[in-house]
């Protein structure tokens, strides 16, 4: 059972856009969301995150936003840089402790 | 800078023969996780210490052994290699409780002959 799901495994976007990445859960107990940017033969990196009292996070040019009642949680890049193309993992915890991620969306942004 | 370090990067061994993954960290995080990832998949959590206290996910198989002789070093051992262990390792740190980031080395590719 996916509890989390990443629905597009790959997004083509055209430099100076906005990337839209989705990522759904089902199990309403977790509580802390983070997206991590995973670069060829490169461990994950830590991007950004959002706690489940907050609907909305941004840092520079990336800002996720969430939205519980649908269980739904997305990453948004204004504007798309080529050195972001990468493959993009969200995952979800309970209390910040094991994390369930998953199965990542690749990026591609062409110039 | 502080980090999460995995050697080596790349290890090949022969199907059946033991090898040992090693990771080191800088951050003083109290949890270190092991991580196994193929292909595009999603990471599967093998396991993880908090301190020196070891915690098995139920589905990781016997094969897989872990030791974490202090905060800094952790090891993931693969007693008899088979072909379907080849994957990515990925290990990764954190501070236990709380809202706080896993913080990832950059893996280790581990191969089967």
């Known amino acids: 059972d996916q509890q989390v799901k990443q629905n597009s495994p790959s997004l083509s976007v055209q430099e100076g856009r906005i990337s839209i990445l989705n990522c759904d859960y089902t199990n309403s107990m977790f509580d802390y969301f983070l997206w991590y940017k995973k670069y060829p033969a490169e461990g994950p990196t830590f991007l950004i995150s959002?706690?489940?009292?907050?609907d909305k996070n941004e840092d520079g040019r990336f800002t996720v936003f969430l939205n519980k009642s649908a269980k739904h949680l997305s990453l948004h890049i204004v504007p798309s840089q080529p050195g972001d193309s990468a493959v993009y993992f969200c995952a979800a915890s309970v209390a910040g402790n094991m994390l369930t991620f998953g199965g990542g969306t690749r990026l591609m942004v062409k110039p | 800078d502080a980090m999460v370090i995995q050697n080596p990067r790349y290890q090949v061994t022969q199907f059946g023969k033991p090898v040992t993954l090693s990771c080191s960290q800088t951050l003083n995080h109290n949890v270190m996780y092991w991580y196994q990832q193929k292909s595009s998949q999603a990471p599967k959590l093998l396991f993880h210490y908090y301190d020196k206290d070891f915690n098995n996910e139920a589905d990781t198989p016997d094969n897989f052994q872990s030791r974490r002789p202090n905060t800094s070093f952790c090891f993931l051992d693969i007693r008899s290699p088979g072909l379907g262990d080849a994957a990515m390792y990925l290990c990764?740190?954190?501070?236990?409780?709380?809202?706080?980031?896993?913080?990832f080395g950059d893996g280790t590719r581990l191969s089967i002959l």
């Open positions: 959002i706690s489940s009292i907050k």
């Open positions: 990764a740190t954190s501070y236990f409780g709380g809202n706080q980031p896993q913080h």
